[in-house]
């Protein structure tokens, strides 16, 4: 028996290479990105995206967004459904995140893929995959694009729009254009400049193929481009046709500029893939972009950044009888010149001048000014060439392997194809990607909080102090709030960034002032009832440095006004509230505070009101904005929520309308011309600014009202024709304490100072004369501040040389030949050196015979819209009428006070009585002994003042020496040196007893010099055995003593002399009674047109002489009378008043308006309002709650609310979009966004024309199966 | 001639002074009828230098380069400006040659004789 063995064949397993690379590249791409901190988000785009996107997709369908984090990003939704889908199927937010990155990064390699399969005719391996692996992992994927990622989508898209546009042009088929379209559609809509710059590639290559290679017919190139384009039109219409153009251009004009954009985009910096202004800032808690640092820092990188464009040029150069190869190359030129923009800034090109142009007058192009987004088809273009270069050269050494001494050169190949790959996406593998804003999970505290808010709303808001730009939380960060998180609680926040039209943006930065800048606060309530909101939500563990904004000590001033209630608090005391180092020492009042505060904290709106409303009752007029209406509330004049209207949004017919509802008009000096920053949310803006003036390119304040100039507070000049310099205060913040006009004041206290932080030389200061001066002298005064100081000037005339002089600390003279000259131009040439680079400047720039006076022209639109129609004025006469000043104080807590009294010149519509009231405070820092000494106990005929209080404490004054009790003293701030003066009427005297004040360590002052009006001082030592100076001579006539201290005790601690008692004879100051008010005050620091104003402190002296704020009112209630036309108010001095009111109230009759009616509101899927109004029995005013936008409408059975006469909609209540209705009875009102209806029609062509796309891309592809 | 001076109109026109200072360059270099190749290897030249001219006008050595980086580094501008520009001339001048005729087809020819089919071709397949 044979055994036959049968061999059975071993099934041969053959890989498909093909399949191997596609796995390979969707592991390669797809897999990196869950490398980096597992379990963390990214803050990227937008928060809503990730952690809300259904309720973000329900919101895309409505073009007008009442939420502040949702204006730019209405029309994201085709990204967000795909998020939206993962999140659905139960991933964890930070796995969907990647995996959406992954799936950006593989579409975008497979397109890079198919595109080289394509352009080269043949299916290989080497030159598609590392092209799409070169094109997808550069520094732009990872210093910008996942940061960013929707915006991001169209760098991903290019590949396919290109790939589809070479095979429609080689091909009939309407398949190619349709796919075209529909790769648009996917791009999304959330930028334009991205979408925008990726036509550019299929644009670029039509135009080769039809006009050098000659592969394609104009007619051909034509079909393809005009299907395409309808395409593209139709599928993007929904964002193409219907934006919201004034948000577009608030991004326009208050984001980035061109000369920031293109600071670094040198060609160096752009050809690898570099040149993004982010990429290089940073500030001192590290760079704003570190994925990218290693790019800019290390030599290998910066080395293999070149590797790209260097072998791009090679393939450019060798790869002959591929002439697609030199497109790809002219791609790339022109993107990286088209990177580079307008750099260098400061001297561009004709290139970059004609950008800049065109920047300036289309705003169309202004959108494209982020010429760094140009980086996508830089890349592509780079990694087509080199992976076409790297396939060639590996062919090239293969075909000569057979050479032994070539042998090395393919592994070589390959080791460097994987370097330069490898090098990009170093920040994946290592697991460096981790941007500066990212965050664990959201802590509980945080999770309880938003519960909380969620249950307790309904028709309220919740309001979250305090905002930032991008504020950052202790515990991580989002790119928001962490409201953003949860979109439902109806989140408010003072966002800086101007948003709409400014109204909403300007309240909210009213209503944060007191914590940001640091001012006290009583009636905050009246603003936030006037939002809406009912919860104010402390977020006490915001790291504040880092987010530039207040900390948890500044959001006290809310926590104690007295206007709002405690509420609620999360967390754990000291939890995230505080930084283990770089914050207040735990030992110091700020350390102990923060170390107790909750991380949230949350206070009651008591009785707050809908943010959907009716009012009614006679109505606010405020002259002014939101900061005007904050200080109106401060005066108790809004504390019954009666509706508010800005003058400066009135025509005459609504004020002659007004005119039957007994409005008070109020005139503040708010919407001040002052250039901002909307970057910051304090430290922000400029000094007001006189009619015209501008800051540089800086924009002016929030443009509200149509910037008319009558709207707005203005700075006048009297005395010169102007004041100005090459800068003010440091580049980083606004300094207005150290504006130009400080140094023409007369106030050695206050200065202009110059170049903080900086090094420049050459910063001038000039005032141009009202005719020309014969001038040969000016006297300047350089401060005595800690640091560096000015060391020597340049005098600059209009004729004649310029004079040189070096100057010193106090008071110089320069003196030089008589000229005649326009102006006068004080330039810096020589500081002194110090470690510490303060601001340098003067004190002072006297100049004889010149006297300059700054005062602030409040708004005038009331009155000039009035004038001309006699029911307009005839309202304005027959109604109340107030004046409310704010003195213009600090803008952080740390920062000085802009003005230091009230001097603003006002106008009067006709003869009135007006009352005076107001609020000061005791100027103890500038106040001299005897000012202090005159305000709490009138006029005397003996004045004692010093050279120094300690601390400035008022109770340490000079006449603390003269009243006879030995327990106060006068008290110096520096022992030897400080001395004491007594003026009185003359008299003969022959000694003087001095008691020095009790140092720690004995009596202090151990040696005198006494000095009169007449004769020789005297010098005189301590008796030890009295302790005190018995001081004999000769009977002497004199009007004056002045005591100086020549030494104190060695053994004392702390450099301070005092003087407990000056006993002179006969000359005392008896002290006054801490219970008593003081006396009337009537000199020149209260005048109205020059004529004193006497004003009563109601306050007892010891309140006046703690610091604490006070009121003011006229002395016996007198009132003000007025004549008609300009009037001028000045107040200052030791007085220093922080708000005055001038008020004349007219009798109304005695009739009580009616309450406004009860109204039911239902809010439609598309933004749109539907009110039910009933039994309205009077006009009232409907408030939407969404801020004023000129574009809604509102309707009552198909007839417009307020037509043209009256203006239509309303600003009320400082921000909110609003009607008068002064219809009587019950109906219906509807309120719409007028381009909501387009918005909606779009949306729905759009979805058809997808429908028709999916439509025909099936059919086609069917086709071709066949 | 008529093509360089446009070229260095429009070497003007996107970079300035610079431009028209390398377009000067290019000039003087075509005087001296160098062939196309030598533009190329300029290209490359330039651009290769650039890095090094980074590194040597100096990286950053503090957590952020600043805003004046770039111009901080002109000579790596100017380098890869004058790459730029030099490539750009050399692909001018391949343009205005007639095409070869496997340009035509899209194939890749590699310069040297005794030409095999790549081994890291597969399915090699022409255009759709």
Known sequence: ?1266 | VRRLVLYIAALWFFSGPLGLAIGMGLLLIWSLRPPTWAYWLGALLCLTAAPLAIMAEGLPSGPTAGPNFGTSHPVAHVLVASSLAFAGFAAILELSKKPAAGDAAQATQVSEPGDQPSPTDHDAAGPA
Not at chain 1, 559 to 588: C, E, I, V
């Open chain 1, 1 to 1266: 028996m044979s055994v036959m063995t049968v061999e059975v064949p071993r099934p041969v397993v053959r890989v498909n290479p093909r399949l191997v690379m596609w796995v390979a590249l969707a592991v390669a791409t797809i897999g990196p990105m869950f490398i980096p901190a597992p379990g963390r988000y990214f803050a990227d785009t937008q928060d809503t995206l990730w952690f809300a996107p259904g309720w973000h997709l329900r919101h895309s369908l409505t073009i007008f967004q009442p939420d502040v984090f949702l204006l730019e990003w209405p029309t994201v939704g085709v990204s967000v459904a795909l998020i939206w889908l993962l999140k659905s199927i139960g991933l964890s937010l930070w796995v969907t995140q990647r995996i959406w990155y992954g799936l950006l990064a593989f579409a975008g390699a497979a397109g890079t893929v198919l595109l080289v399969q394509e352009l080269r005719g043949r299916r290989t391996l080497i030159a598609p995959a590392s092209a799409g692996l070169l094109y997808v992992f550069t520094p732009f994927t990872f210093g910008y694009g996942l940061l960013y990622s929707i915006v991001f989508v169209p760098y991903f898209v290019l590949p396919w729009l290109l790939l589809v546009t070479v095979r429609g042009l080689r091909s009939p088929s309407l398949l190619w254009p349709v796919l075209f379209g529909l790769s648009s559609f996917l791009m999304g809509a959330s930028n334009g400049a991205a979408q925008i710059y990726a036509l550019i590639p299929p644009i670029g290559y039509g135009l080769w193929a039809v006009f050098v290679e000659r592969t394609v017919s104009p007619r051909a190139a034509l079909r393809f481009a005009a299907i395409a384009g309808g395409f593209v039109a139709t599928l993007n219409a929904y964002w193409l046709f219907a934006p919201r153009l004034v948000d577009i251009g608030n991004v326009i004009q208050y984001s980035e500029q061109p000369k920031t954009i293109n600071q670094v985009s040198s060609y160096s910096e752009s050809i690898r893939g570099l040149g993004h202004w982010q990429y290089y800032g940073g500030d001192k808690f590290g760079p704003w972009v570190p994925m990218v640092r290693r790019y800019l820092t290390a030599p290998a990188f910066v080395l293999l950044g070149f590797a790209m464009p260097v072998a791009a040029i090679l393939t450019a150069w060798l790869v002959r009888g591929w002439r697609t190869r030199l497109f790809f190359f002219f791609l790339a030129a022109g993107a990286v010149v088209g990177m580079a923009g307008i750099f260098p800034s400061d001297s561009p090109a004709p290139f970059g001048r004609l950008l800049l142009l065109s920047y300036r007058h289309v705003t169309a192009l202004a959108g494209l000014r982020t010429t760094y987004k140009l980086a996508g088809v830089l890349n592509l273009s780079l990694a087509v060439l080199a992976g076409v270069g790297l396939e060639e050269a590996w062919r090239w050494v293969v075909v000569r392997r057979r050479r032994a001494w070539t042998a090395f050169r393919q592994p070589m190949l390959a080791a460097a194809a994987v370097a330069v790959i490898g090098a990009n996406a170093f920040p994946l593998w290592t697991g460096e990607y981790r941007p500066v804003r990212t965050s664990p999970a959201i802590p509980e505290y945080w999770r309880s909080a938003l519960r909380y808010l969620q249950q307790s709303n309904g028709e309220y808001l919740s309001f979250f102090a305090p905002g930032a730009l991008q504020p950052m939380y202790r515990w991580g960060s989002l790119l928001g709030t962490v409201a953003e998180a949860e979109p439902t609680v109806h989140p408010l926040y003072a966002w800086p960034f101007p948003e709409g039209n400014h109204y909403r943006t300007n309240m909210l930065a009213a209503v944060e002032r007191p914590y940001q800048a640091g001012v006290s606060s009583t009636r905050a309530a009246v603003l936030f009832r006037y939002l809406g909101v009912d919860r104010i939500v402390l977020q006490n563990d915001i790291d504040w440095q880092r987010s530039n904004t207040a900390s948890p000590v500044d959001l006290l001033a809310l926590a104690l006004d007295p206007s709002l209630q405690g509420g609620l608090s999360f967390g754990q005391p000291g939890q995230n509230t505080f930084a283990a180092t770089g914050d207040a020492p735990p030992d110091s009042d700020a350390g102990r505070i923060e170390r107790s505060l909750r991380p949230v904290q949350i206070l009651a709106v008591p009785n707050p009101v809908s943010a959907i409303r009716a009012e009614s009752g006679p109505p606010v007029v405020v002259s002014g904005d939101a900061f005007g209406l904050s200080a109106v509330a401060e005066q108790g004049l809004l504390d019954s929520n009666p509706p508010v209207l800005y003058s400066g949004t009135l025509n005459q017919a609504l004020i002659a309308t007004l005119g039957k509802e007994h409005p008070l008009f109020v005139i503040t000096d708010s919407n001040r011309r002052a250039a901002h920053r909307f970057n910051l949310v304090r430290d922000n803006t400029t000094y007001t600014l006189a009619p015209g003036e501008v800051v540089e390119d800086r924009p002016i304040g929030w443009g509200l009202f149509g910037d008319r100039p009558e709207t707005q507070t203005t700075a006048i000049l009297e005395g010169v024709k102007g004041i100005s310099a090459s800068g003010y205060g440091s580049v980083f913040l606004d300094q207005p304490q150290y504006r130009p006009a400080r140094a023409f004041d007369d106030d050695d206290r206050t200065s202009w100072l110059v170049g903080g932080l900086e090094h420049r030389l050459g910063d001038w200061i000039q005032t141009t004369f009202e005719r020309p001066l014969d001038l040969a002298s000016v006297r300047l005064t350089v401060p005595a501040v800690f640091g560096r100081m000015v060391r020597s000037v340049q005098l600059e005339f209009s004729t004649g040389p310029p004079v040189r002089a070096q100057v010193h600390r106090g008071s110089n003279e320069i003196t030089f030949q008589t000229r005649a000259t326009a102006f006068l131009r004080v330039r810096i040439v020589g500081v002194t050196t110090q470690a510490f680079d303060n601001p340098v400047g003067f004190s002072e720039i006297s100049i004889p015979g010149l006297h300059v006076q700054e005062w602030v022209r409040v708004p005038s639109d009331l009155l000039r819209t009035a004038t001309g129609s006699p029911l307009a004025m005839g309202t304005v006469h027959s109604s109340s009428l107030a004046y409310v000043f704010e003195r213009a104080r600090k803008q952080s807590p740390l920062s000085g006070d802009q003005e230091l009294g009230i001097a603003r010149q006002f106008e009067v519509p006709e003869s009135r009585s007006l009352t005076f009231a107001g609020s000061a405070h005791l100027d103890s820092t500038g106040a001299s002994d005897d000012e202090i000494d005159r305000l709490i106990a009138g006029p005397s005929d003996i004045q004692a003042t010093s050279s120094s209080r300690l601390s400035d404490i008022p109770s340490f004054r000079a006449s603390a020496a003269l009243d006879g009790d030995p327990e106060t003293a006068w008290i110096s701030a520096g022992d030897a040196g400080e001395w004491i003066r007594v003026r009185f009427p003359a008299r003969s005297l022959n000694h003087l007893v001095i008691l020095p004040a009790m140092g720690s360590q004995g009596r202090r002052i151990q040696r005198i010099e006494v000095s009169f009006s007449e004769g020789e001082p005297i010098i005189a030592s301590i008796d030890d055995r009295t302790g005190s100076f018995d001081v004999r001579f000769p009977p002497r006539g004199t009007s004056e003593v002045q005591v100086r201290v020549l030494d104190t005790a060695p053994s004392e601690p702390f450099k301070t002399a005092g003087i407990a008692e000056l006993q002179i004879p006969g000359v005392t100051l008896p002290p006054v009674a801490g219970e008593d008010e003081p006396p009337c005050l009537r000199d020149q620091t209260f005048s109205m047109d020059g004529v004193p104003v006497g004003v009563q402190i109601e306050a007892p002296i010891s309140d006046v002489l703690g610091g604490k704020s006070f009121s003011l009112s006229a002395c016996e209630s007198a009132s003000l009378s007025l004549g008609k036309g300009v009037h001028r108010l000045l107040a200052g001095g030791a007085l220093q008043p922080d708000s005055i009111r001038l008020m004349s109230l007219r009798e109304s009759p005695e009739q009580v308006s009616p309450p406004p009616p009860p109204i039911s509101v239902r809010h439609g899927n598309d933004g749109a309002l539907e009110v039910d109004v009933f039994g309205a029995r009077a006009p009232f005013y409907l408030v939407t709650g969404n801020e004023w936008s000129p574009e809604w409408r509102a309707s009552t059975d198909g007839n417009p609310i307020g037509g043209r006469s009256i203006g239509g909609s309303l600003v009320l209540d400082g921000s909110s979009l609003g009607w008068r209705v002064d219809r009587a009875g019950s109906y219906h009102i509807s309120i719409r966004y007028g381009p909501q209806g387009s918005y909606s029609s779009t949306i729905l062509l759009s979805a058809e024309a997808l429908i028709l796309t999916l439509v025909i891309v099936v059919v086609q592809i069917a086709r071709r199966r066949t």
